[in-house]
């Protein structure tokens, strides 16, 4: 789509860019800026600002001290273990 701002001499603008992927991956693209007056030197003079972006499913924390509330480093032989975490056996 194309628009044109005007942006006066010595001023800036903040310019945000929604980024919405139909699928994951990375994505990239340039989007483009025309100068228009300025004097013989900027005039028609194009600007590319790369734009990158990234799309991913959620993911779930893999570390067991923020997950597992009670938990403990192994089992003895023949102790019977309920609702804890057992790290030398990645068990629940």
Sequence with gaps: EKSRWVVEAKSSIDLVIKFKASDTGR???LLAFEVMGGGVVMRGREFNLPCRGTCAYPQMSQ?????????????????????QYIVNKNEY
């Design 27 to 29: 994505f990239e693209s």
């Design 63 to 83: 570390n067991y001290q923020s997950i597992y509330y009670r938990k403990i480093k192994a089992k003895a032989e023949g102790q019977i273990v309920s609702k």
